[in-house]
């Protein structure tokens, strides 16, 4: 009889302890929460993304029908792939290898199809609208072919009554779909490295918004601006950003055009008392050789000067303000010889 209770006992402890471990379960696993997240992340659902965490802070920020139509087509191939999971009693860590859109691939291939558009008189360049642009965009992030950013990250997630979330203080949302592919002094940097070269391709590619010109520049005119900006230097003095819009204060230094083309007159007087050159004989392609070489010279007159450059962030990159002539201002100083 003492066996049997003995028996009875131990059961009732077995399956106590068994309905204890199965009540203690949790409703889905740290795995479960960051599918989710993705999932409401390739419809850019908010509320989706918000029920993935324990607690969300309110935002009075709403957005339009635009913004979000936009936003859909940036993250709709949005993707992750579960590497590890490492749980550590309330906490875990996902580390994951996910996917999206390149919006910097994107952009550049939307400026191609726009020139295209224009040059083949299908649309007129001063009949559109930022929403034409924008559109074209959108077009260019669903394809299929689009090209993504692919990157690992640790995601921590956290149990809060039985549940798995993810972590408020985790850095991952910010990093994967707010922060940007650039800086606003990486964009004036690559701008004036490349006037520095004259590559009007990497120039144009500073910018959300290019406009179409015909034509193209010879090799002779190409070699005068290389020579006039070949040693042009800037310096980032300061950053300030405000949002999407930010303001970085270079100094920048190029040729003294004006300067340099007194030194050229002075330099052709001397080719022609020496004999190297006859005045009647002067052509003008005399005239920019020599001046090509006063400015490709180690002592040539530089023009110093400091001046904002306004940027703007679109998607998730920075770019030139399409409206702010500060750099055009800045390489055209001195030309003007009238």
């Known amino acids: 009889m003492k066996k049997a209770i003995a028996l009875i006992i131990s059961l ?24 989710a997240l993705f999932e409401a992340l390739r419809a850019f659902d908010t509320d989706g993304v918000d029920a993935c965490y324990y607690k969300v802070e309110d935002s009075d920020t709403a957005l339009t029908d635009e913004q979000s139509d936009l936003l859909k087509a940036m993250h709709c191939k949005d993707a992750c792939e579960i590497l590890d999971v490492a749980i550590d009693g309330k906490k875990a860590v996902v580390k994951v290898k996910a996917s999206k859109d390149d919006f910097g691939e994107a952009v550049k291939e939307m400026s191609e ?23 074209v965009l959108k077009e260019c992030l669903r394809k299929d072919d689009a090209k993504l950013l692919t990157d690992e990250y640790e995601i921590k997630c956290i149990l809060v009554k039985n549940k798995w979330y993810l972590d408020s203080e985790d850095t991952f949302f910010d990093d994967f779909v707010l922060k940007a592919q650039n800086k606003p002094e990486d964009v004036v940097g690559q701008y004036l490295d490349a006037v520095r070269i004259f590559d ?9 918004r290019v406009a179409y010109s015909e034509g193209s520049l010879s090799d ?26 930010a303001v970085v204060k270079v100094k920048a ?19 022609i008392e020496s004999g190297e050159l006859k005045y009647d004989d002067l052509t003008d392609e005399d005239y920019l050789d020599v001046l090509k070489e006063c400015l490709r010279s180690d002592d040539v007159t530089m023009l110093t000067k400091e001046f904002d450059v306004k ?28």
């Open 12 to 35: 009732l402890m077995i399956f106590s302890f068994a309905s204890c471990s199965l009540f203690n379960k949790p409703e889905n696993e740290p795995e479960d929460v960051v599918n």
């Open 113 to 135: 199809v726009m020139k295209e558009k224009i040059r083949s008189g299908e649309v007129v360049e001063s009949n559109l609208k930022g929403n034409d642009y924008i559109n």
């Open 200 to 208: 009007t391709d990497a120039m144009d590619e500073c910018y959300f």
């Open 220 to 245: 002779s005119e190409i070699d005068l601006l290389n020579a006039m900006y070949g040693k042009l230097s800037y310096e980032i003095l300061s950053v300030d950003i405000d949002g999407t819009n």
């Open 253 to 271: 230094s190029k040729a003294d055009y004006a300067a340099n083309v007194v030194k050229m007159t002075n330099m052709l007087l001397e080719k």
């Open 311 to 338: 940027c703007n962030c679109i998607g998730t990159k920075w770019f030139l303000d399409g409206e702010d002539s500060s750099l055009e201002d800045f390489l055209n100083e001195g030309l003007d010889l009238d």
